[in-house]
């Protein structure tokens, strides 16, 4: 709005003073007045366009690459820079936050190795466990075995001492006759 009242006091003392007023006057400064506008918008709108053409031209080679590391030159006070000054933030920002990601990412790997790892070992020292409780299992079957053996051993051992510390009374036994009588049945 201020540019359009300029212009009009602008076009008003153009008409008057330099050309003279009069209808012709007032063209002539119409038309001097719409070739500055012209020239002003075209140097204005080519810095526009130019800025905005490199933000865009940032933009899509991010979109093709995707490099964080890009950034959009910032020229000027205007929106534009603005706006390039906060893309550079954003992308900064993403840059950090992809950063902390590959690190929990590389730490969560790391982790997982050593758990693996722990695992293996853990697994292999069941392994060891189990054979050695099978091995000993094994033992105390054989042993059982064994005691059984000794303990039926015994026994018979006990039949056979209380058969001998007792013999039956019907029976008298000349130990120096039966030693006698096996000896002439030896030769």
């Not at 038309?31 to 031209?57: D, F, P």
């Not at 995707?66 to 950034?71: N, Q, V």
Request: glycine share 8%; net charge neutral; charged share 15%.
């Amino acid at each position: 709005m201020l540019l359009q009242i300029a212009a009009t006091a602008l076009a008003g003392w153009l008409g008057h003073s330099v050309f003279g007023g009069g209808l012709y006057g007032w063209l002539g400064a119409l038309v001097l007045l719409l070739l500055l506008a012209g020239l002003i918008s075209l140097l204005v709108e080519r810095n526009l366009l130019g800025r905005l053409a490199a933000l865009r031209a940032v933009l899509a080679k991010m979109y093709l690459d995707g490099d964080l590391t890009r950034r959009v030159p910032v020229a000027g006070r205007d929106e534009i820079a603005a706006v390039a000054i906060d893309f550079n933030r954003l992308m900064e920002s993403f840059a950090t936050i992809v950063g902390k990601v590959l690190f929990n990412s590389a730490e969560v790997s790391s982790a997982s190795k050593r758990l693996l790892s722990e695992a293996g070992r853990v697994a292999s020292g069941s392994r060891q466990q189990h054979d050695a409780a099978l091995a000993t299992a094994g033992e105390i079957a054989e042993l059982t075995i064994n005691m059984n053996q000794v303990s039926q051993n015994a026994s018979e051992t006990a039949g056979i001492s209380e058969v001998n510390v007792h013999p039956p009374c019907s029976v008298n036994v000349n130990f120096p006759e039966i030693y006698a009588a096996a000896k002439i049945s030896m030769s």
